[in-house]
């Protein structure tokens, strides 16, 4: 019984205690420098107009409506909408035909297994394929402030060091 009554009483004490520290830090005041004196300017001061400039932050989809909206009357036509697509199906579309077979669709693909196939024989080894893996860039690191050396040393957080166990 002593004990919860020594636990309250501690606990009632860094409440106080708290409360005491709190109004302390709450409770000063800081002092800004004197204002220069009227009529006297520095050269910044005069060479700064009296507003800042402000741009409209446009969204995401307001950039992208303003990208296909060619001729920037604020209506997007059908032609206007499909012109990306066409340009598109034109550089798909190798032999020019007007339409897409396989091969000019997934031609990133077919180049790669061509690549990959060193000996021309139409089927890919274990070697062979190991070389299609998708080349990943490095991961920017989150934090600037910390030295690339000591970055590459040790992961900043755990999910980083899982990360790089999950790529072994």
Known sequence: MW??????????????AGLFLFRGAASTETRLPAAPAAGVASETEQDLPAEP????????????????DKDKNDSIAKEEFFALRRKLF?????????KLGFEEWSVKAVERFAGADKDKSGTLSRAEFATTAVKRKPAKPRCACAPAATAAKAPATAQEASADDSED
């Not at 402000?54 to 409506?65: D, G, V």
């Not at 034109?90 to 007007?98: Q, S, V």
Request: charged share 30%; glycine share 8%; aromatic share 6%.
């Open 3 to 16: 004990r919860y009554l020594v636990g309250a009483g501690a606990t009632l004490l860094l409440v106080v």
């Open 53 to 68: 400039p402000s741009a409209a932050a446009k969204t995401r989809e307001q950039k992208r409506f303003d990208r296909i």
């Open 90 to 98: 034109a550089r798909l579309d190798t032999d020019h035909d007007g």
